[in-house]
């Protein structure tokens, strides 16, 4: 099937036109700090015809998941029986009770942004990729700025800046690949947080809906 562009997008990010959409599916954390748990997500691009992409990301822990480890990892649930943006949410030095069982609709991270097609073009890049400028904002109060690549199907972006609060994550790096296989989206993140170095943190498996 033939690809189409969205109505109304903006040629400057026609790189990134592949993205918009609505997906959702499945992945798993895998962290020292949060232990290993599954998760729901949906993540939406969409735009209103700027240059540049708008950014929505939900991660929910499985139904049946004990909350354990320290929250506020990537997010990180925002603390026993505190729903996200409630403003009670947990420091880093928190941990809930190996009791506390997440219910189905326990978001663990909401993040939203926007993705440009950047027109300052580095040394060394290949013709058949596009510089990004990324901008994510966590609700566990964390801003990062992400510049990177796209083409091809694949997106590769490291962080360039991280914003905290006092009360954030311990979060001082992070790199992110997204790619479109066989029509799904597939995403991993790395993290360096909690005195770990960069390693795996978590990955997913998402569907156009």
């Known amino acids: 099937m033939p690809f189409t562009f969205p109505e109304g997008l903006a040629p400057e990010v026609y790189p990134l036109a592949w993205l918009v959409g609505t997906w959702s599916g499945s992945g798993v954390i895998d962290h020292p700090a949060v232990g290993k748990r599954p998760f729901t997500q949906e993540l939406t691009f969409d735009h209103d015809g700027g240059p540049y992409l708008r950014f929505e990301s939900t991660l929910r822990v499985a139904a049946g998941e004990p909350v354990t480890g320290t929250p506020g990892a990537e997010g990180g649930p925002p603390g026993a029986g505190a729903p996200a943006g409630s403003g009670h949410g947990a420091t880093p030095d928190d941990t809930a009770s190996p009791d506390d069982v997440a219910s189905p609709d326990t978001v663990w991270s909401t993040e939203t942004g926007y993705w440009r097609v950047s027109t300052d073009r580095p040394d060394g890049l290949d013709d058949d990729r596009h510089p990004l400028e990324v901008i994510v904002a966590d609700a566990a109060g964390r801003m990062t700025l992400y510049v990177g690549a796209v083409g091809n199907g694949r997106v590769d972006l490291a962080s360039d800046a991280i914003a905290r609060t006092s009360t954030s994550s311990d979060v001082r790096a992070s790199k992110r690949l997204y790619g479109l296989v066989e029509g799904r989206l597939l995403w991993v993140?790395?993290?360096?947080?909690?005195?770990?170095?960069?390693?795996?943190?978590?990955?997913?498996?998402?569907d156009r809906q």
């Open 189 to 206: 993140e790395e993290l360096a947080a909690f005195g770990e170095p960069l390693r795996s943190y978590a990955s997913g498996e998402l």
